[in-house]
């Protein structure tokens, strides 16, 4: 019997993908637990064109990602610490700071799980510090460290 996953099922396959099994094994387990539906011509092409909805929904993620990461790029993020002596600051600027201050600065809200830090920063200065927008795109912004 052909069914489609609903969700994932371990050695069988991913959600949404077609596949083969025994008719006991489809009846009691797979749609029993709802982990999928037989395959029939109307439940084929529900499959079909919820797969062509998704492509263009991450399209339009792909294309909105790539212009805010233009739009990033041109960006310079002041953030300001508290230092001691010789310029040393008092802890580091983490991403929570640099999301908080790109609000305050541009208006744009950027989830700070999403920028990267390879190191903390915890000298006066500028840095380029990357933002994972989309699997595949990564913008870069320059932060500039001053003190207070």
Same mark, same amino acid.
């Given at each position: 019997? %052909? =069914?489609?996953? #609903? ?7 991913? %959600?949404?993908?077609?596949?083969? =099994? ?11 637990? *709802? &982990?999928?539906?037989?395959? #029939?011509?109307? @439940?084929?092409?529900?499959? +079909? ?6 492509? *263009?929904?991450?399209?339009?993620? &792909?294309?909105?990602? %790539?212009?805010? @990461?233009?739009? $990033?790029?041109?960006? #310079?993020?002041?953030?300001? $610490?508290? !230092? ?17 201050? @790109?609000? #305050?600065?541009?208006? %744009? ?14 000298? &006066?200065? !500028?840095?380029? =510090?990357? $933002?994972? &927008? ?8 320059? =932060?500039?460290?001053?003190? +207070?």
């Amino acid at each position: 019997m %052909k =069914v489609i996953l #609903t969700q994932d099922v371990k050695n069988q396959g991913k %959600k949404g993908d077609v596949i083969e =099994v025994s008719d006991g094994y489809a009846r009691n387990m797979i749609i029993k637990k *709802k &982990l999928g539906v037989e395959a #029939t011509p109307k @439940a084929l092409n529900d499959l +079909k064109l919820r797969k062509k909805n998704d492509e *263009k929904v991450m399209a339009e993620n &792909l294309a909105q990602a %790539k212009e805010f @990461a233009n739009e $990033i790029a041109g960006w #310079t993020i002041e953030v300001r $610490i508290k !230092t001691g002596e010789g310029g040393r600051a008092f802890g580091s600027v983490s991403s929570k700071e640099i999301a908080e201050a @790109a609000k #305050t600065q541009y208006g %744009k809200d950027i989830d700070k799980k999403k920028i990267v830090l390879e190191e903390p920063i915890k000298n &006066l200065g !500028t840095y380029e =510090v990357k $933002i994972k &927008l989309h699997p595949e795109v990564t913008a870069t912004m320059k =932060v500039h460290v001053s003190e +207070k």
